[in-house]
């Protein structure tokens, strides 16, 4: 099973290969995704990585907090999707009627 991992503060002008390369030291990479803005196409600044849960682990310990492309990586273990949904603030509809 994989572990997949927040990988943020990205330069906007990064690619997939370029977090590939990044990362290559810890392979086996199960995937890599970038987050795009929806109405743009541009880059977020931030994706996912999935890798070996021992890889993982060593990729936070190595490269979190460390420069890439002038800027500082943060790099976390992902939290599932619902998990991070739950933990949002709700914005809740007000009936006017």
Same mark, same amino acid.
């Not at 682990?57 to 992902?78: Q, V």
């Given at each position: 099973m994989s572990q997949k991992l927040y990988v943020g503060n990205l330069p906007y002008r990064t690619t997939e290969n370029d977090v590939k390369v990044l990362f290559g030291k810890f392979e086996p990479i199960h995937s890599v995704v970038l987050i795009a803005d929806r109405e743009t196409g541009r880059s977020r600044g931030f994706g996912f990585i999935e890798l070996e849960p021992q890889q993982?682990? @060593? @990729?936070?310990?190595?490269?979190? *907090?460390?420069?890439?492309?002038?800027?500082?990586? =943060?790099? $976390?273990?992902? =939290? *599932?999707?619902?998990? $991070?949904? $739950?933990?949002?603030? =709700? $914005?809740? @509809?007000?009936? =006017?009627?």
């Open positions: 993982a682990d @060593a @990729a936070i310990a190595e490269l979190g *907090d460390t420069m890439f492309g002038g800027r500082n990586l =943060r790099i $976390s273990k992902a =939290r *599932d999707r619902e998990e $991070s949904m $739950s933990s949002a603030p =709700r $914005s809740h @509809a007000f009936n =006017r009627s």
